[in-house]
């Protein structure tokens, strides 16, 4: 999303804030945001398209903050999985999101509420394929099954919590809780037959989710762009050079890419370049994860 864009994008979120989706146009927008009507329908084709856009940048900036905690750990270590999942909960309050779902869900507008649908299905297919990676391939057909027990705990948990004033319960609180009780469960999905969805239809489903897909050339570019629009330090520009070199070999060496991106980041840290750095490391991440 270019500048201009996510300007927009964050002017109407606010608007959204203040008076709510509904009461908000598509004339409010582009008067907050400066901008003429032309241009707004150059990047949304209707104020739904934007509320989209809204979800989108939120999943974004929780996928690149994900990525970054499991850079260079086990993938099997629970608590770095706890810590991934109370990232979205943490992001949706601090942003309002949660409060835009509420009203979408409250709202009779159908396409809105697929929106809302679709995003919920893809958190679903994340911590699905992160389960997998914790508790073994064997969980695999049950994996969607085990995520979606997942989230209806924590959720129903932390709605509880609050509706009997317990202020001092927090996400990452209901996360450990719950992933004493997960262990039976993926047992019994696994050894017990306890599965309801079937896992043939859920590969179907999987096939059949639109998400767009990552491209290597247009990831190898953005490196290259770092390199040529910034002043580079010696050690930032051998791990840029050395990414560029393993991303554009024929057969991809996954290990040594994930070996490089770890101290990328460190070489990044702390610098007026880190955020872009971070967002180059996590579409090289996510592009490694469509692969598989």
Known sequence: MNKRKKMVVDHAKALFLEKGIQQTSIQDIIERSGISKGTFYNYFSSKNECVAAILQQARSETDLNR?????????QDINVLIQQITILS???EQQGISGMFEEIMHSGDVELKKVVLNYRLLEIEWLAGRFVEVFGHELKPYATEAAVLYYAMHQHL?????TMNQRNTNAEQVAQSVFLHLRYIINNLVNEGAAVLDPEKIELYKNNMKQEQLNREEIVILYRDLIANTKLTKSQLELTEGLIEELEREQLRESIINALLSPFMDAFRNTTLYNQAKEIMGLTWSYLKQRQ
């Open 67 to 75: 990525h970054e905690i499991q850079l260079g750990k086990d993938d």
């Open 90 to 92: 943490r992001t949706n």
């Open 158 to 162: 932390l709605f509880t919590a609050k």
